[in-house]
């Protein structure tokens, strides 16, 4: 099948970008691989410029379309809930074109206020997937004939851009087992997929999703894209859904995709802080909570069957969570703790070493629940 983008296209990307995005640190934990039951390995696109992986998309796309603009200064029309906005912002500075981000009213106002620090203009529209197009559009045509519209997520430049992450991960860890990657629009994991895919065919990948925006799980389950029915999650650089040109990668390629709660979300994420000190967005604790899972403990060899004793991690976690794979919808409170130890093992034995992607470090300190409650 035909896709969006190829692995020559993620290997050109990478050349295309070397000069301006960060090649980010891997680190580990002891104890974070003890609570997961195997070794992680974590890419940390935090500290990528802007604070998250959506420099590299970016960059690759503002960088593409100024050089074939001959000369004329463009105006790069997105919109989105922040790190991407940001990018797009810094990127287009970088590449000397004008920028004009569309951004939801529910936005973080530390994403808000880094876009208009990077000299792009802001215009706010209601959070809906619908008004942020529509918006998109009304911007395109006051700034034609110069404006170029860089969505988010579903455009091939972006895609091959996120997908250079996959060849410094695997270049920096060169015997990874497999990848859990938060999964929104999918621009980052159908870029990952491509480019893990083709250096190495038996790499497993999962896509770590919240339940509160679940769109990937349900379109894997019924084989089609199936539109969130909510997207009130803490994770606001998810609460967007596939992409018509993301879609194909990843129902193609991912091995499945672990949901989890909003407790989980933000236990994970506090853990994070506070065992290894690097500030993570709930986007980001997602694939960290993900690994948490019983999917991943109740897999493990070095685990005993009797798993229960594992449901809670440093006193926080207690739900059992959920996971859809090969379009088998499981919720592990359905399951018998010896059913679900058979299942996570059968698919997990032969994955020691897991690579999980950070996605960004850009936190609204004050609207987190364990913070805010404080203030």
Known sequence: MSYAIKFEDVVAASQRIKDAAHVTPVVESLTLSEIAGRQLFFKCECFQKVGAFKFRGAYNSAKLITEQA??????????????????????SKLCGADACIVMPDNAPSVKRNGVVGYGAKVVQCPSTQKDREETANRVMKENAPYSVLVPPYDYAP?????????????????????????????????????????????????????????????????????????????ADGLRTCLGEL??????????????????????????????????????????????FSPCFRA???????????????????????????????????????????????????SVKKIGIVLSGGNVELDQIPFIKNKL
């Open 246 to 291: 993301t879609w194909p990668i990843i129902r193609d390629h991912i091995d499945g995709v672990i949901l989890v709660s909003e407790d989980e979300i933000l236990s994970a994420m506090r853990l994070f802080w506070e065992r290894m000190k690097i500030l993570i967005e709930p986007s980001s604790a997602v694939a960290v909570a993900a690994s």
């Open 299 to 349: 897999g493990s060899p070095e685990l005993p069957a009797n798993f229960r004793k594992f449901d809670m991690y440093d006193g926080r976690i207690k739900n059992y969570g959920h996971v859809v794979v090969n379009h088998l919808s499981l919720s592990f409170k359905d399951i018998k703790p010896a059913d679900l130890q058979h299942f996570a093992y059968r698919q997990w034995k």
């Open 158 to 234: 972006v895609m091959a851009g996120q997908g250079t992450i996959a060849l410094e991960l695997l270049n920096q860890v060169k015997d990874l087992d497999g990848l859990i990657v938060p999964v929104g629009g999918g621009g980052m994991l159908s870029g990952i997929c491509i480019a893990a895919k083709a250096i190495n065919p038996r790499i497993r990948i999962w896509a770590a999703e919240p339940s509160m925006a679940n769109d990937c799980a349900e379109s894997i389950q019924k084989n089609t894209i199936v539109p969130a029915k909510t997207t009130f999650t803490v």
């Open 70 to 91: 001959n000369g004329q200064k463009r105006v790069l029309v997105t919109h989105s809930s922040g790190n991407h906005a940001q990018a797009l912002a810094l990127a």
